[in-house]
C-alpha cells in the first residue's frame, strides 16, 4: 500500500482498490477492516473546492498503515 504521490489522493486510490478486490471476492471483508474503511472515508470527505490538508492527511496515512497491518495477520 506504499505509494508515492500525495496521501490523500494515495488513500483514495487504496480505498478504491481495496472495494474493488472485495468485490470481485479477491479479498474477505472483516469487520474490523470496513470499520477501519469507514474511517478512513470520514477522513477523506471535503466539500467541493476544499483542499484536505495535515489533519486528514495524517489521519489517511495512520488508518492505511493498520488496514496494511490487518491485511498482512490475516
Known amino acids: 500500500m506504499e505509494a ?4 490523500v489522493d494515495n488513500a483514495r486510490e487504496a480505498v478504491a482498490g481495496l ?11 472483516t469487520p474490523v477492516i ?3 474503511l469507514a474511517d478512513l472515508a470520514v ?10 490538508g ?3 492527511a495524517e489521519a489517511a ?3 492505511l498503515r493498520a488496514i496494511s497491518r490487518e491485511l498482512d495477520n490475516a
Open 19 to 29: 472495494e474493488s478486490a472485495f468485490a470481485e471476492g479477491a479479498l474477505n471483508g
Open 43 to 52: 477522513a477523506l470527505e471535503q466539500d467541493e473546492g476544499q483542499k484536505l
Open 4 to 7: 508515492k504521490g500525495h496521501t
Open 34 to 36: 470496513e470499520a477501519m
Open 61 to 63: 496515512r495512520f488508518i
Open 54 to 56: 495535515g489533519k486528514s
